[in-house]
């Protein structure tokens, strides 16, 4: 991908400097600066020599910055002393002692009676932080990330194969490759820039892109070589179907699968279950065209795979996204250039969340059931071992089906939306609404703050400094430009005033959070990581700052990063290195380290079969179609940046639904048509798209949107998979019917027109209003 500046100035001239840092709003991390005039924001630039984004932006990291200037920005803590009364302003102070008081009263129940639910969109320092604090100091499970709903599955599908976390290839080795394979990944809206990337290494290697998403999304439209449109809930089948071809075509390494793999036995018996007139009807897809998939993928020594929430967002997420690391593993397409599997994220921080242990695994992937892991990690938090409770992490669907019997009365809340973001959004409403929640956000008019008892105002990006590490490990530095509105506090800043009220010591009395700033949190953090597979030792901010970005592992043996793991074919399963000893599929029954004892696979990779299973909640005579759930390249999660962004807004301002042609015309519903969708939890109300990017007897709704009836996760369920716990967000049964008739408004039609694929050209390729976005026009 050839260098190119974007840039986005609300000034005419030159600001008064520009602060380096990187965009928060996908997983590809892109390098920029940010404009500063007269202690504000003013704009953006590309980071031409970033080696992720070359200068690239995407439309919402060149135009979301306008948000930091919205007029519902919070700038007071609030409380609410009573249900049902209105919020209030307080000081800092008396929220804090508000917040002390409730917590120490729900503590007094036991240290599982409080959770803490965090976010993506924060750094490195922030998550350690927040970890030491729950994991360290109240030592309660009860802490996990929104991260849970869509990049919990990279880390159990990665762990699977490969027994630790941790992305195998990078953005580096789709520039080598002659084939990408794209699972469940709507590349050309949720990562622009990557899409840029992909499309310009298929033009300069002669390759071939394969899709495979139930719908024709923007990325088959404008890249695809082959769609494998199949069918919702057959992605296991689908990856057996391939296996089962690989197989019998003799297109599988077998001297690599001998000597570095475990499992190979039970994976080809398993598979001869999957002959292609088997799979092809499960999937709902031609013979043809899985044949021509498994061709290519056979023949093709250079070859990528990436895989995101199509794949993640369902009952057999860590399955079929394991299958994906078991295809590269019988080809030895892994751990050499231009080759391996990439489990991706859908934010920029989402791996810090899972390295730092404030989400569902312990800091630097430690295994909580390895007693050496948790002794290291007490004498590197100076408790002592016999009193450190490390209980196996909990996620906040449970979480939150225990706050619903009574088992959790105090939430914690950082940084996310989770009243819109959440399946099943109604029963979510009133569970959250039953507990003390307390609401840490950068906007007052977030959803969930809604149902606050305490609002605590935060600083955004921006306005504060730390680390974020990308979908391909790339640890990017973001300083400090301007300071935060009124008196909003770091989310940094927040939790260690929290420690410190609390009073969590160490064994020998000092306080357990002793750094007072990032830049010694993450000194600290440095010396928790070294020697674990997310190894950040060797690494320091103006080492970011002089390349860029830096991929983990950095250490003295990788002084500047590494481009790939595992290139010496040594993985990182050994018993007392991995991060887990496994789980059943299907089940989810974790193994013992008594069974991992019997595998020993000493440093091979796991082979993991498993057979596929038909979908919970199937279609019926009064729910007969199947919602799908997704994203818009104009918005990202729930809206509380982009929306406020006039340029992004007006491109979607408004919920959707497409609908095929064929159900469309039985239904009497035409462009532009009032629709509703109804459930057995809710209904939805929005804009009819008649379009045949879905497959008859199948919609599809953008779940960014929120209040007034328009939130898609209304109809989700709290049904998920078993290992990753990541919910089923991605198939829904519901009925649709017309409410009233009318007209498609300009910006209906032109989603429709991209949809279409009439514009085949990136979206991070286009200039949306440059120059011309003024603070003052952010739309609130």
């Given at each position: 991908m050839q260098s190119r500046i974007d840039i986005n100035l609300a000034i005419g001239g030159e600001p008064d400097e520009w602060v380096h840092s990187a965009c928060l709003l996908c997983s590809n991390g892109c390098g920029m600066d940010i404009a500063v005039k007269d202690g504000r924001i003013v704009g953006v630039r590309g980071q031409a020599g970033h080696p992720v984004s070359f200068g690239h932006l995407g439309p919402k990291g060149e135009h979301a910055w306008v948000a930091n200037h919205s007029k519902r920005r919070g700038t007071v803590p609030m409380i609410r002393r009573t249900k049902g009364e209105l919020l209030q302003p307080a000081s800092w102070a008396e929220a804090m002692d508000f917040f002390v008081e409730r917590f120490r009263d729900a503590w007094a129940q036991g240290h599982n009676n409080l959770a803490c639910y965090n976010s993506g969109q924060l750094t490195i320092e922030e998550l350690y932080a927040l970890a030491k604090l729950w994991r360290g100091g109240l030592q309660s499970a009860n802490i996990d990330g929104n991260t849970r709903l869509c990049t919990a599955t990279s880390a159990t599908g990665l762990m699977a194969n490969f027994g630790t976390d941790g992305p195998v290839a990078s953005y580096a080795d789709i520039d080598q490759a002659e084939l990408l394979c794209l699972y469940g990944h709507n590349v050309a809206e949720v990562q622009t820039v990557l899409w840029e990337r992909m499309l310009a290494a298929k033009q300069a290697n002669g390759g071939r892109i394969i899709v495979a998403d139930p719908r024709k999304s923007p990325t088959v439209r404008q890249g695809a070589d082959l769609h494998l449109q199949l069918a919702p809930g057959s992605n296991v089948a689908l990856m057996n179907?391939?296996?089962?071809?690989?197989?019998?075509?003799?297109?599988?390494?077998?001297?690599?699968?001998?000597?570095?793999?475990?499992?190979?036995?039970?994976?080809?018996?398993?598979?001869?279950?999957?002959?292609?007139?088997?799979?092809?009807?499960?999937?709902?897809?031609?013979?043809?065209?899985?044949?021509?998939?498994?061709?290519?993928?056979?023949?093709?020594?250079?070859?990528?795979?990436?895989?995101?929430?199509?794949?993640?967002?369902?009952?057999?997420?860590?399955?079929?996204?394991?299958?994906?690391?078991?295809?590269?593993?019988?080809?030895?397409?892994?751990?050499?250039?231009?080759?391996?599997?990439?489990?991706?994220?859908?934010q920029p921080s989402a791996m810090c969340n899972r390295e730092a242990g404030a989400g569902g695994s312990y800091p630097a992937y430690r295994n909580p059931h390895n007693e050496q892991q948790m002794r290291d990690l007490a004498e590197c938090w100076n408790l002592d071992f016999d009193r450190f409770r490390h209980e196996v992490p909990n996620d906040i669907m449970s979480m939150m089906e225990s706050a619903e019997r009574g088992e959790i009365e105090f939430m914690w809340v950082i940084g996310t939306n989770p009243l819109v973001s959440l399946p099943d959004q109604n029963r979510s409403r009133r569970i959250l609404d039953q507990l003390f929640l307390v609401v840490q956000d950068p906007f007052i008019d977030a959803e969930t703050v809604d149902l606050a008892d305490i609002y605590f105002p935060a600083a955004m990006w921006g306005e504060k400094s730390g680390c974020i590490t990308n979908a391909d490990r790339s640890v990017n530095l973001l300083l400090k430009a301007v300071d935060p509105p009124g008196e909003a506090r770091s989310d940094f800043d927040v939790v260690v005033e929290v420690a410190r009220r609390l009073d969590f010591k160490d064994r020998e009395g000092a306080a357990l959070i002793a750094f007072a700033d990032p830049r010694e949190a993450f000194e600290e953090w440095r010396k928790v990581s070294k020697g674990r597979p997310c190894d950040y030792s060797g690494m320091s901010y103006e080492l970011i700052l002089e390349m860029g970005a830096v991929r983990w592992p950095c250490n003295d043996r990788h002084p500047r990063g590494c481009e790939r793991l595992y290139e010496d074919l040594n993985f990182g399963t050994h018993i007392d290195y991995c991060q887990t000893y496994g789980a059943d599929f299907l089940s989810g029954a974790p193994n013992t380290r008594a069974d991992y004892e019997r595998i020993d696979p000493k440093g091979k990779a796991f082979l993991r079969p498993v057979q596929w299973r038909r979908q919970p909640n199937p279609v019926s005579d009064k729910y007969p179609f199947t919602l799908i759930t997704g994203r818009v390249v104009y918005h990202f999660h729930t809206r509380t940046k982009t929306a406020r962004s006039e340029v992004l807004n007006r491109h979607a301002p408004h919920p959707y639904v497409e609908i095929h042609p064929e159900d469309a015309a039985r239904l009497d519903i035409g462009l532009g048509d009032m629709v509703e969708i109804t459930s057995p939890h809710g209904r939805w109300e929005g804009v009819a798209m008649v379009v045949d990017t879905v497959r008859p007897g199948e919609v599809f709704v953008p779940f960014h949107y929120g209040r007034d009836a328009q939130s898609a996760n209304q109809h989700t369920w709290y049904a998920r998979d078993p290992i990753s716990h990541q919910p089923q967000l991605k198939s829904s049964p519901v009925a649709v019917r017309r409410l009233s008739f009318g007209e498609p408004e300009p910006w209906l039609l032109e989603r429709l027109a991209e949809l279409n694929g009439n514009d085949t050209e990136p979206f991070a390729a286009r200039i949306f209003g440059a120059a011309t976005n003024d603070p003052a026009t952010a739309a609130e």
């Open positions: 179907g391939i296996i089962h071809l690989l197989i019998r075509n003799g297109w599988i390494d077998r001297d690599f699968v001998d000597k570095h793999t475990v499992g190979f036995p039970e994976m080809e018996a398993m598979v001869r279950n999957y002959p292609p007139e088997r799979v092809a009807k499960i999937c709902a897809i031609p013979r043809a065209e899985l044949e021509t998939a498994a061709e290519w993928i056979g023949t093709t020594p250079h070859f990528v795979s990436t895989v995101l929430q199509g794949f993640y967002q369902s009952v057999e997420a860590t399955a079929s996204s394991s299958l994906v690391n078991s295809v590269h593993l019988l080809r030895g397409a892994i751990g050499k250039p231009g080759a391996g599997p990439l489990l991706m994220a859908g």
